[in-house]
């Protein structure tokens, strides 16, 4: 079985290439033999090697895309938040396609919505052989713009098992992970790092490889911060992480992560998917929609809050076990 995988893979972002890994493995329990080919919409950054086929798409035009992609028995687009309401990315499955598509596991922005769009997608939507949305709130913007009525099912990461590393630190690890979206937190970031009580050893990691990220993680934390190289590899960056005692994040993927791993993450407001997150997991309390100060950061860091969220893991870890391919 030959199928193509769409999405924003191919940039050496973190969240989205473990994401991408775990769908591959989950397509592979169903079809042991199947010939996987993932369609990147931009240039090629990765700095390792990878195992399945990357074509860059933005190369070939959109006849030329939709003639490569009928090639293919099976289309999937996600996963990810790839859906948005102010913008179509889907012009190649307008016309012309005629292999059946899914759209697996994606998320809904609503920040902007343009009707002209709404009625592009609700035609692109409605002829998909299926469509599962991530959360519960994905779910109901589907609902509310596009008239559909869709499963939820998290996305492949869940299963995603990092290593701990250890890391030499002063008290707790803190890590940072902030991008653009949230940028009204760098400073409070800081100084409420700089104020904690509990002795601490502040690390940072890019979720991708770009010097407006490592500028962000700069603004947000302390002097005596660990800048972890962007050399290192994608799992190696993963398991910085998951040696953690607490995760500051703007990035959807870094929280979710972290929880995974039965870490607490405090998520500043920057797109509706932390939000989203956060509901769908029932861990309002980590969202951070005001202000962040050094009581929110001791009072997290003095509890044991382990066993709840490796509780919700191993939940959201069943749930993600689902098939990507429908019957």
Same mark, same amino acid.
């Given at each position: 079985?030959?199928?193509?995988?769409?999405?924003?893979?191919? /940039?050496? %972002?973190?969240?989205?290439?473990?994401?991408?890994?775990?769908?591959?493995?989950?397509?592979?329990?169903?079809?042991?033999?199947?010939?996987?080919?993932?369609?990147?919409?931009?240039?090629?950054?990765?700095?390792?090697?990878?195992?399945?086929?990357?074509?860059?798409?933005?190369?070939?035009?959109?006849?030329?895309?939709?003639?490569?992609?009928?090639?293919?028995?099976?289309?999937?687009?996600?996963?990810?938040?790839?859906?948005?309401?102010?913008?179509?990315?889907?012009?190649?499955?307008?016309?012309?396609?005629?292999?059946?598509?899914?759209?697996?596991?994606?998320?809904?922005?609503?920040?902007?919505?343009?009707? @002209?769009?709404?009625?592009?997608?609700?035609?692109?939507?409605?002829?998909?052989?299926?469509?599962?949305?991530?959360?519960?709130?994905?779910?109901?913007?589907?609902?509310?713009?596009?008239?559909?009525?869709?499963?939820?099912?998290?996305?492949?990461?869940?299963?995603?098992?990092?290593?701990?590393?250890?890391?030499?630190?002063?008290?707790?690890?803190?890590?940072?992970?902030?991008?653009?979206?949230?940028?009204?937190?760098?400073?409070?970031?800081?100084?409420?790092?700089?104020?904690?009580?509990?002795?601490?050893?502040?690390?940072?990691?890019?979720?991708?490889?770009?010097?407006?990220?490592?500028?962000? %993680?700069?603004?947000?934390?302390?002097?005596?911060?660990?800048?972890?190289?962007?050399?290192?590899?994608?799992?190696?960056?993963?398991?910085?992480?998951?040696?953690?005692?607490?995760?500051?994040?703007?990035?959807? /993927?870094?929280?979710?992560?972290?929880?995974? /791993?039965?870490? @607490?993450?405090?998520?500043?407001?920057?797109? @509706?998917?932390?939000?989203?997150?956060?509901?769908?997991?029932?861990?309002?309390?980590?969202?951070?929609?005001?202000?962040?100060?050094?009581?929110?950061?001791?009072?997290?860091?003095?509890?044991?809050?382990?066993?709840?969220?490796?509780?919700?893991?191993? /939940?959201?870890?069943?749930?993600?076990?689902? @098939?990507?391919?429908?019957?």
């Amino acid at each position: 079985m030959k199928i193509a995988i769409i999405g924003y893979y191919g /940039h050496n %972002n973190l969240g989205d290439e473990l994401n991408l890994l775990e769908m591959i493995k989950l397509i592979q329990k169903q079809e042991s033999k199947a010939d996987i080919t993932v369609f990147s919409g931009g240039l090629g950054t990765l700095y390792y090697d990878v195992d399945y086929n990357l074509v860059l798409a933005d190369r070939l035009g959109t006849n030329k895309y939709r003639d490569t992609l009928n090639r293919y028995d099976l289309v999937i687009i996600g996963g990810g938040g790839l859906i948005f309401l102010g913008a179509n990315y889907f012009d190649f499955l307008q016309e012309g396609i005629k292999v059946p598509y899914i759209f697996s596991r994606v998320g809904i922005d609503n920040r902007i919505v343009s009707q @002209p769009v709404l009625e592009q997608l609700r035609k692109i939507l409605g002829r998909a052989y299926d469509v599962t949305v991530r959360t519960s709130s994905d779910k109901d913007l589907a609902q509310k713009y596009l008239g559909i009525d869709c499963k939820v099912v998290p996305e492949a990461i869940w299963n995603y098992e990092a290593q701990s590393f250890p890391l030499a630190a002063h008290g707790k690890k803190i890590l940072v992970s902030m991008n653009a979206y949230a940028s009204k937190y760098f400073t409070q970031i800081k100084e409420a790092l700089s104020k904690t009580k509990m002795a601490k050893t502040t690390f940072t990691v890019s979720m991708q490889d770009t010097s407006k990220d490592f500028y962000y %993680n700069i603004l947000s934390t302390p002097d005596n911060r660990v800048i972890l190289p962007e050399s290192v590899s994608l799992h190696k960056k993963a398991s910085f992480l998951a040696s953690m005692d607490l995760v500051i994040t703007s990035r959807l /993927h870094a929280g979710l992560l972290a929880i995974s /791993h039965g870490i @607490p993450a405090i998520m500043m407001k920057s797109t @509706p998917k932390v939000q989203f997150l956060l509901k769908e997991l029932n861990l309002d309390d980590f969202f951070v929609d005001g202000i962040i100060n050094e009581s929110m950061i001791d009072d997290i860091l003095s509890r044991n809050m382990a066993s709840r969220l490796l509780s919700i893991s191993k /939940h959201m870890k069943e749930l993600s076990k689902a @098939p990507v391919i429908p019957d």
